[in-house]
């Protein structure tokens, strides 16, 4: 079975530049999740999806951030403008359900802001 | 809001020794998750308890919840190299399931 797919891998930007991660969930998972994972920290939700719709977004920055799930799978986190402060590790993660069903993690999207 | 406190911050360890991880709550744990992640990498699922008093073991890694469910640990025996990574525990945090984490537990194992 095929993992979380997430792309790019790495990005470097200059600050108030745009950036976009892309995310596939593993087939089948109802749940996604964007998640930021700043240096020395444990990774904090930015943003849950059922579906195709939005269940948990309170801790996205919503004045540069946005998020889509359109059709139920794959999903595209986008930044805009860059700051220097969201330099982190993007990581996507998808379970079968919210409520419990264990999580799986994509390889993430290391952001460098310049 | 819920906490969940790692110690050690950072554990170097000789290959062959054993060592153990804390995680902690501020809370009671309603389900207790632990991942392993490798430096720049995303996180790989270990174990996941849900029961006071549950051990689950897989290959030399055996994880504890404590009866009272606010603590866990986080066991390897005779470790290896292959194990260095940064260990994470995590819980449910909200209504719908998402994950609050530790900040981790940095695992250096010396050959």
């Known amino acids: 079975e095929a993992g979380v797919a997430q792309s790019p891998r790495y990005k470097i930007i200059e600050k108030r530049q745009s950036v976009a991660f892309w995310c596939n969930p593993i087939s089948g998972h109802a749940t996604l999740y964007w998640y930021q994972q700043i240096l020395g920290q444990g990774p904090k939700l930015l943003i849950q999806?059922?579906?195709?719709?939005?269940?948990?977004d309170s801790q996205l920055p919503k004045d540069r951030f946005s998020a889509e799930r359109l059709k139920g799978v794959d999903s595209t986190l986008k930044i805009q403008p860059a700051k220097l402060e969201d330099s982190a590790v993007y990581l996507c993660?998808?379970?079968?359900?919210?409520?419990?069903?264990?999580?799986?993690f994509g390889p993430g999207t290391r952001l460098l802001v310049l | 809001s819920q906490e969940l406190e790692q110690s050690p911050q950072s554990l170097i360890v000789q290959e062959g020794k054993n060592l153990t991880i804390n995680c902690t709550s501020s809370?009671?744990?309603?389900?207790l998750y632990w991942y392993k992640q490798k430096y720049g990498e995303g996180l790989i699922f270990l174990m996941m308890?849900?029961?006071?008093?549950e051990e689950k073991s897989h290959e030399k890694i055996t994880a504890k919840l404590d009866e009272k469910k606010q603590q866990s640990s986080l066991h390897i025996t005779a470790s290896q190299p292959s194990h260095a990574g940064i260990y994470l525990c995590?819980?449910?945090?909200?209504?719908?399931?998402?994950?609050?984490f530790g900040k981790g537990t940095k695992l250096s194992v010396k050959p």
């Open positions: 995590g819980a449910p945090g909200g209504s719908q399931g998402n994950l609050i």
């Open positions: 308890l849900q029961k006071g008093g």
């Open positions: 993660a998808s379970s079968l359900d919210a409520g419990g069903k264990t999580q799986y």
């Open positions: 809370k009671t744990l309603y389900g």
């Open positions: 999806f059922q579906n195709n719709g939005v269940v948990d």
